[in-house]
């Protein structure tokens, strides 16, 4: 099983990505946890929801999390792509899905995640990172601790530096 980081952990990833719902949901057995892409989410969403295993949802960067926040509590993963290294439209997804929806379930960045992104989308509201493939998931989670103050509010931590109490 490819591992991933969650919650600062290196974890056996416990999800499966269906890229081929129409195929691959019939070979998949009914307890997996899965993930999705929205489209396929928001149009089967009852058959989804009825399965035994979790569901969780794929994100693309043009996705508005305005069409199923309603949904939420229902969707047990949001994973948000990253593209590519530059595409920093899943920031902004998962801050507003963090911060305006109160989602606080496991928010994933995949696609071309890399180890000096961690940090930044952690302070975004992700919580979980599957690595590319070809980089090393234990010097990534060593990033964490590359940084020791972040001076501006984030979704961890409300108040700038200048407005912090020692």
Not at 78 to 97: E, H, M, Q, T, V
């Amino acid at each position: 099983m490819p591992k991933i980081i969650k919650k600062r952990e290196i974890i056996e990833d416990q999800w499966i990505s269906i890229n081929n719902p129409e195929q691959d949901l019939v070979s998949t057995d009914a307890s997996a946890n899965i993930i999705v892409e929205l489209a396929f989410w928001l149009e089967n969403k009852s058959s989804l929801i009825a399965r035994t295993g979790k569901v969780g949802v794929l994100l693309q960067g043009s996705d508005e999390p305005e069409l199923f926040h309603q949904e939420l509590n229902n969707i047990d993963l949001i994973a948000i792509n990253f593209p590519k290294f530059g595409d920093g439209r899943g920031y902004s997804i998962a801050r507003l899905l963090f911060e305006r929806y109160g989602y606080q379930k496991e928010i994933r960045a995949v696609g071309d995640v890399l180890r000096d992104q961690l940090r930044f989308m952690e302070r975004c509201g992700f919580n979980a990172y599957a690595l590319r493939s070809d980089k090393n998931i234990e010097e990534a989670l060593a990033s964490f601790s590359a940084i020791s103050v972040d001076y501006q509010s984030d979704v961890l931590e409300k108040k700038p530096i200048y407005n912090r109490r020692p």
